[in-house]
T-cell receptor, first 113, second 114 residues
Framework: AQKITQTQPGMFVQEKEAVTLDCTYDTSDQSYGLFWYKQPSSGEMIFLIYQGSYDEQNATEGRYSLNFQKARKSANLVISASQLGDSAMYFCAILLYGQNFVFGPGTRLSVLP | SQTIHQWPATLVQPVGSPLSLECTVE??????LYWYRQAAGRGLQLLFY??????ISSEVPQNLSASRPQDRQFILSSKKLLLSDSGFYLCAWRATDRWDQPQHFGDGTRLSIL
């Protein structure tokens, strides 16, 4: 079964600096999608960014980008110019064709003023 | 645009009481629908998913059940709540026109069992 690992339970970053949140996955499938979600303290899950396994370019969405290294099976989220509002839990998830999402355990990011 | 509504936002129930959480989606048709539970500070546990009216798949055996009486309505129920049912419940939908669509979540229900 596929598995998602997020090795950083908690991360701190200074406001306006960049931060990388790690995500590694385990699958033998060639076709899959990787997703990142943000969960603020209010609880809602907000979709941030998507990377397809066949995408040659790293995905970018505003201040969010993915450092996708397929051979290493990693899809790290990079947040540039951190803001106080970025403080939240961040979840990485993998989707295989015909199956349901599998979420990682999450990383709690705290942005310091 | 598509929206998802989930209610109530907060619920406090005694042990042994029934439960009904409702989720509706607007602006799309034939979505996949999901119920998740999240313990405090933990990840998401998939409880049920549905690919169509009346079609429910259970991921975790428990005293909860789900129903999909209409295309865009998903209900989570229990006849008798347990203390272990406390948690944060999230409903989600996903479009089915492409397999790699993201899930979109409701605002969640915080359920406390006394």
């Amino acid at each position: 079964a596929q598995k998602i690992t997020q090795t950083q339970p908690g991360m701190f970053v200074q406001e306006k600096e960049a931060v990388t949140l790690d995500c590694t996955y385990d699958t033998s499938d060639q076709s899959y999608g990787l997703f990142w979600y943000k969960q603020p303290s209010s609880g809602e899950m907000i979709f941030l960014i998507y990377q397809g396994s066949y995408d040659e370019q790293n995905a970018t969405e505003g201040r969010y980008s993915l450092n996708f290294q397929k051979a290493r099976k990693s899809a790290n989220l990079v947040i540039s110019a951190s803001q106080l509002g970025d403080s939240a839990m961040y979840f990485c998830a993998i989707l295989l064709y015909g199956q349901n999402f599998v979420f990682g355990p999450g990383t709690r990011l705290s942005v310091l003023p | 645009s598509q929206t998802i509504h989930q209610w109530p936002a907060t619920l406090v129930q005694p042990v042994g009481s029934p439960l009904s959480l409702e989720c509706t989606v607007e602006g799309t048709s034939n979505p996949n629908l999901y119920w998740y539970r999240q313990a405090a500070g933990r990840g998401l546990q998939l409880l049920f998913y549905s690919v169509g009216i009346g079609q429910i798949s259970s991921e975790v055996p428990q005293n909860l059940s789900a129903s999909r009486p209409q295309d865009r309505q998903f209900i989570l129920s229990s006849k008798k709540l347990l203390l272990s049912d406390s948690g944060f419940y999230l409903c989600a939908w996903r479009a089915t026109d492409r397999w790699d669509q993201p899930q979109h979540f409701g605002d969640g229900t915080r359920l406390s069992i006394l």
